[in-house]
């Protein structure tokens, strides 16, 4: 397994999950392979011919996106499109974690795998790219692997922000017109190896943890498991805190796809939550 962009948040815990596994996993980090440049990448994939290609590295500064939309896009598009170029002349399968920022978040009900495309930010125009030009490049072997709200040991996230202002502040305020599914990213990582090790080479899936809150329900969940009291989190509107990129009012994913191939849906995003910070050592 290679693993692009192996030090980020995701990629990390891929890294980490595929070692547990018993794989032979080889990490990446963004400075040694840019994915921008297509020759590099057939080069690297020629020489090191992994059978997977798990391909983490991304743009995600979803409000700069905004402004700088054809870096965004030489990265998610295509960046992805030279990956699942070279993964194909080689036979190798590439997972391409990607996001509800392809959807317009306007629907009530969860996102289902099969729904068209509805971008309302730069950063989900490049990211539904991606996974069009993925598609178009290695149809039999490229797994759409959609993913929210990530939090993890590495890198910052929503979690450590908000346990940082709560032990600086003692009071938070947090959006509670926004609603998708808080994913941990071990969860992730752990469902990704296990997909492939079911010998699943196509398919379009959504990789979120069960359930659904808002970010203020999320912020109420951190806080508690620190030992705080859940009221110390007051609901604001998304207008209170305007931001340059749309954000979808509805990031909740369906999970159906997992049971199409014979595959469990990821666990329920409160105890995976609660493991998180556990084993992260940040309710001590």
Known sequence: ILVTDAAGLLGNAVVRAGWERGHDVRSFARSAL?????????????????????????????????????????????????????????????????????????????YAEDTPHSPVSAYGRTKAEGERRARAAHPDGTIVL????????????????????????????????????PTWTRDLADQTIR???????SATLHG????????????????ENLGGDPADVTPVTSA?????????????????????????????WRPALERAMTAAGWMT
Do not use: K
């Not at 450590?160 to 709560?166: C, F, G, K, P, V």
């Open 240 to 268: 209170d805190y305007p931001r340059r990129a749309p954000r979808p009012a509805n990031s909740v994913l369906s999970h159906d796809g997992w049971q199409q191939h014979g595959l469990t849906p990821m666990r329920a």
């Open 195 to 201: 997909m492939l090790d079911s010998g699943l080479r």
């Open 208 to 223: 979120t943890n069960s359930g659904a809150t808002s970010w203020h329900g999320f912020a109420q969940a951190i806080v």
């Open 146 to 181: 959609r993913t929210a709200w990530l939090y993890g040991e590495h890198g910052p996230s929503f979690v450590r922000t908000m346990m940082r202002l709560y032990r600086e502040r003692g009071t938070l305020a947090v959006v509670d017109d926004q609603h998708g599914q």
């Open 34 to 110: 840019d994915v921008t440049d297509p020759g590099e990448v057939e080069r690297r994939l020629t020489v090191e011919r992994p059978d997977v290609v798990v391909h983490c590295a991304a743009y995600t500064a979803v409000d700069l996106a905004e402004e700088e939309l054809d870096e965004a896009m030489s990265v998610n598009r295509d960046g992805t499109r030279n990956v699942a170029m070279a993964a194909a002349q080689i036979g190798a399968t590439v997972v391409y974690p990607s996001t509800d920022y392809v959807f317009d978040g306007r629907q009530t009900e969860p």
